[in-house]
Nanobody, 123 residues
């Protein structure tokens, strides 16, 4: 079971951290992806991480601004978002049991999804 948290309202240029908490997971080898869906648009990949070896990938639109990481103490996968732009406004979802290719694409291949958390970037 996955649960995303940390969304809210932030001004352009600001930062926000999202967390994806996984419960009931016993697998050692799995991938967590972050995706987003803006109003009137399709779901797009943002970032992903292979938990067992730390491989990460990012969409070009967020590269250099967002960082995905694993917190072993809290058992979460976090998405640190810096230099936020209005076009980052979307509902953000985390998911697992899917691939982690360059560009963090492949949303349709993920089997397990958490509920979304809304991020609004606006002044």
């Amino acid at each position: 079971q996955l649960q995303a948290s940390g969304g809210g309202l932030v001004q352009p240029g600001g930062s926000m951290r999202l967390s994806c908490a996984a419960s009931g997971f016993t697998a050692d080898y799995y991938t967590v992806g972050w995706f987003r869906q803006a109003p009137g648009k399709g779901r797009e990949g943002v970032s992903c991480i292979r938990v067992w070896d730390g491989l990460t990938n990012y969409a070009d639109s967020v590269k250099g601004r967002f960082t995905i990481s694993r917190d072993n103490v809290k058992n979460t996968v976090d998405l640190q978002m810096n230099s936020l732009k209005p076009e980052d406004t979307a509902v953000y979802y985390c998911a697992t049991d899917g691939p982690c290719p360059p560009g963090a694409t492949g949303a349709h291949e993920y089997d397990h999804w958490g509920q979304g958390t809304l991020v609004t970037v606006s002044s």
